[in-house]
């Protein structure tokens, strides 16, 4: 909850200008400036990377999930978002005889008297945002939506006393499960307790007198912006909920010029389109869908090379086309599975003796944090519209510079040529596998040729101390 005291900052339109509620607001800024302050990046240190004890290093990749990589779409809904609260405040200035009117009488009922400003013209519009679960949504709705105070505090403007000193700038509620106005209704009140730090109003006991209520709340809390998560909950049944939610929401925009951003999976928008109404109303202020990223976009270059830099393992597998590939054809561009897939895949490795990513480790870590995501239909789906052409498949090149740790190791990597499987001979196997000198250390290089040659090549083995076919007896 973020509270700030008003600082005012002359509008840039003139028809905002004197309005205390659109002045306070954050100063317009430049595009770079805004997507700055929306990304955030964990910290990175060298020393922890390579000296500290494995069971730390693996705490530290729980820092993945506080990465955030701003993408486009970000500016976009922001932009949005700040036009909406500017368009529905400016009916609404605290400072003229038409606010004053509307703070006192319903928004039912319309006195004779008209102010020399004029009756109370709302302008609420709609925003709508649909995308499928792990793509992004909540996070960027939360970036976007931090930009702005949640309450700002007025004393006086310009000289004068603020009578209704604070501004509810947006509060955040989850549509219910049930299409149920009252439960809404409920949840809004709440929320605007707890932001304005009120103890906790009873609702009134009939649906008209809670929504008069509600309205009430709304008008003397200045809202700016109502945010309702999960709309993807309202669906059209015979009893008709659905119809008096929404209803009930356009007569908060239509009424009381409350803007209203709707945030959902689909099929709600498909639930919108099924009338003009109220899909007009909806993306009145905007319509965004937000997808799983595609391979090869500039979005996915931008959020992949960001979460590959974030590594605790000892040392830096280099992001190659391969791998990038095969996080990209696992995660279905899913920011979400990305970020769960690259932390298992860290996990996995540190403390291994051989901390590399290769794609074996990264598919190994799929089937250990996306098991359940992955048999999904909307992921199916999502692989057979992205999959990617197969080139020749190839080990990952060991590094030579790789750290040889010789201590035992507990890890297994599945269907990893390039990593031992048996821990006992990690040392001894790792140790000739990146030797320099492996030509020397052969004393007879033509001794596979020569077998070819001869008539029972498994004897010649065996007379050559290369095959042994009983173990037990031999090293007894």
């Not at 302050?37 to 729980?62: C, M, N, Q």
């Not at 932001?195 to 008209?208: A, C, V």
């Not at 990617?388 to 990893?416: C, E, M, Y």
Request: one cysteine or more; hydrophobic letters at 35%.
């Amino acid at each position: 909850m973020r509270k700030e005291k008003a600082k005012y900052n002359k509008a840039i339109l003139p028809e905002h200008q004197g309005n205390p509620l659109i002045e306070a607001l954050t100063p317009k800024a430049s595009k770079v400036k805004v997507m700055e302050s929306f990304g955030h990046y964990p910290e990175l240190d060298e020393e922890i990377r390579k000296h500290l004890d494995p069971l730390v290093r693996e705490e530290y990749t729980v820092r993945l999930k506080a990465l955030r990589q701003p993408l486009p779409l970000y500016y976009d809904c922001f932009r949005a978002i700040e036009v909406a609260i500017k368009t529905g405040y400016s009916a609404k200035n605290p400072l003229s005889p038409t606010t004053a009117q509307y703070l006192h009488y319903t928004v039912a009922d319309r006195p004779e008297i008209e102010p020399h400003t004029g009756y109370f013209e709302p302008k609420g519009d709609g925003i709508t945002l649909v995308g499928e679960s792990g793509v992004g949504k909540s996070c960027m709705l939360e970036q976007v939506l931090n930009y702005f105070p949640n309450i700002i505090e007025h004393d006086s403007y310009q000289g004068q006393a603020m009578e209704h000193r604070h501004q509810v700038v947006w509060i955040k509620v989850d549509c219910p499960n049930n299409s149920s106005v009252r439960d809404l209704c409920e949840e809004i009140l709440a929320s605007l307790d707890l932001t304005l730090s009120n103890e906790k109003t009873k609702p009134e006991g009939t649906i008209g007198k809670l929504t008069r209520q509600i309205e009430q709340k709304i008008k003397s809390s200045f809202l700016g912006l109502l945010v309702i998560d999960e709309m993807q909950r309202l669906v059209f049944r015979r009893t008709g909920g659905e119809n008096n939610l929404l209803n009930f929401l356009h007569s908060l925009m239509n009424k009381l010029g409350v803007p209203i951003f709707f945030c959902a999976n689909p099929p709600f928008n498909q639930t919108l389109s099924r009338t003009l109404k109220a899909a007009r109303r909806a993306e009145s202020a905007g319509y965004f869908e937000m997808e799983a990223l595609r391979r090869g976009s500039q979005s996915w270059e931008y959020f992949i090379n960001e979460l590959w830099d974030l590594h605790w393992t000892n040392v830096s597998t280099e992001l190659s086309d391969e791998l990038n590939d095969k996080l990209f054809e696992l995660s279905v561009g899913n920011l979400d599975m990305a970020h769960r897939i690259y932390r298992d895949a860290q996990r996995l490795v540190i403390g291994s003796g051989d901390e590399r990513i290769t794609t074996a480790v990264l598919e190994q870590a799929h089937i250990s944090s996306c098991g359940l995501s992955s048999k999904t239909e909307e992921v199916r789906k999502l692989r057979k519209e992205n999959t990617l052409p197969r080139r020749n498949q190839k080990a990952d090149t060991p590094n030579s510079s790789v750290k040889i740790d010789q201590t035992k190791v507990d890890k297994k990597i599945i269907g990893d040529i390039t990593r031992p499987q048996h821990p006992e001979f990690e040392y001894q196997l790792r140790e000739l596998q990146n030797a320099i000198d492996l030509p020397v250390r052969i004393v007879d290089p033509d001794l596979l040729r020569r077998a070819v040659e001869v008539k029972n090549p498994l004897k010649y083995f065996k007379d050559n101390n290369l095959l042994c076919d009983d173990p037990l007896e031999q090293f007894k």
